[in-house]
């Protein structure tokens, strides 16, 4: 086989645009704003640190572009997208990553569905069905658990014109990205937020035109994508991101994913992600092993149906992934945590250098401190989220903030405690489910 350089930087284009590379970094919630919702310098310096580190494509996650998505958002600092206002400042991002030859999109998430947090605007969430979110113990991401699982709240049944109105927004929000010279946009259709909610019967409990057979559960992304498609002309490239499997009884094959995909695909799609689990599955979506969606075959699925460029995830080691192209099995590799420990990844894996790669150790630290509210960091790279400032005294305002910090994840590693102050456990849910 060919050295993972020659396979991971020969260029590729989605649509008409060229990328240097095959390795994209994926859109993670990471991106530090400024308080008003725009971008802060440190989010501008986090993603130049990976353009400048030989990344072909950054897709910006971590943001908003609904109101609604941003009054039921779980994150306490998020990206705000939601209205034409954002254009100018968000134009700092793609000037601080195109001047290094990579390309970026911004992916475009309408609601946080099953997995919104209630607000005085939106105190009920949305989603297909009123199908909740139960996480048990045993099924969240390593070193991430809380004692007892996880109940989120029962989400009601979304109105047509609820989601006809979501879907006219993407198409709305897409064009904004466009003027805030992004490369291209993402849809937003994982793990248990919104748009995935109706892809799955276990999940579309719906009888009218959006539940039902495929092609009615596939409705919603089919008409984002031709709106969005619509607004932008044929030239600007849309990408999909979808669950891939859910990992849980009951749940949708990788198969029918997939057929979801292709006719999302047949109305302008250019790409798409698979990804596999949901959050009631965090132990397979934040897989604590590489190349999991390689041996269970679900990248696989998608790219015998599909003739748009597939991106395989969960694959760390550049020779895997290399391998997997090489092989036709995916077109691009598409990293999240292993661009939070080393920013210079692809430019080691050009220079044949990928032994010197800072690898993710996969303990998910940078989850666990999203998970409870604190910017994310990492447990291998010292300088992530601190790029802005480099090697400078944090200001005495951050000192005293990361103090409380440590003492909030010391007490997090005492289980007794934390599963008495638990105020939505798993089982919760569970006998409520038996009353009805």
Do not use: W
């Amino acid at each position: 086989m060919d050295t993972p350089a020659k396979i991971l930087f020969e260029p590729i284009k989605i649509s008409g645009l060229e990328l240097k590379s095959r390795i994209v970094m994926s859109p993670m919630a990471v991106g530090d704003a400024a308080p008003d919702g725009n971008p802060s310098a440190q989010t501008l310096a986090f993603f130049e640190a990976r353009a400048r580190g030989g990344v072909g494509l950054i897709i910006v996650g971590g943001n908003v572009t609904t109101a609604r998505a941003l009054g039921e958002t779980p994150f306490k600092t998020i990206l705000r997208f939601d209205d034409d206002s954002r254009i100018e400042p968000f134009k700092q991002i793609p000037a601080a990553v195109q001047r290094h030859g990579a390309k970026i999109f911004l992916e475009l998430m309408p609601s946080f569905g099953r997995m919104a947090r209630p607000s005085p605007a939106y105190p009920e969430p949305i989603a297909a069905s009123p199908v909740r979110v139960v996480i048990r113990e045993e099924r969240f991401a390593r070193g991430v658990g809380l004692p007892g699982g996880l109940a989120q709240p029962m989400p009601r049944a979304a109105t047509i014109e609820e989601i006809e109105a979501l879907e006219n927004e993407m198409a709305v929000a897409a064009v904004r990205a466009r003027a805030a010279n992004f490369d291209g946009v993402e849809l937003a259709a994982h793990m248990s937020y919104f748009l995935a909610s109706f892809l799955s019967p276990r999940t579309n409990l719906r009888t009218d035109t959006y539940g039902g057979g495929i092609e009615n559960r596939a409705r919603i992304l089919v008409n984002c994508m031709r709106k969005m498609r619509q607004a932008v002309g044929r030239d600007y490239p849309i990408g999909l991101r979808i669950i891939a499997n859910e990992h849980v009884e009951g749940g949708q094959s990788a198969e029918d994913y997939a057929d979801i995909a292709a006719l999302v695909a047949r109305e302008g799609c250019d790409y798409v992600v698979p990804v596999d689990g949901c959050y009631e599955a965090m132990d397979a979506s934040t897989a604590s092993e590489d190349g999991t969606m390689l041996r269970n075959g679900a990248t696989l699925a998608f790219k015998r149906k599909l003739s748009v460029p597939v991106m395989l995830a969960n694959a760390h080691e550049p020779h895997l992934a290399a391998r997997a192209i090489a092989a036709g099995d995916a077109d691009m590799v598409i990293l999240a945590r292993a661009m939070l420990a080393d920013p210079d990844y692809a430019n080691k894996v050009e220079a044949g250098r990928d032994r010197e790669i800072v690898v993710c150790n996969r303990d998910n630290y940078c989850v666990k401190r999203l998970m409870m509210g604190f910017p994310v960091r990492c447990s291998v790279n010292p300088d992530m989220g601190r790029e802005s400032r480099g090697r400078a005294l944090p200001p005495l305002g951050r000192i005293f903030a990361a103090a409380g910090e440590r003492v909030a994840l010391t007490v997090s590693e005492a289980r007794p405690l934390m599963r008495l102050m638990n105020p939505s456990p798993a089982s919760r849910a569970e006998g409520e489910a038996g009353k009805t």
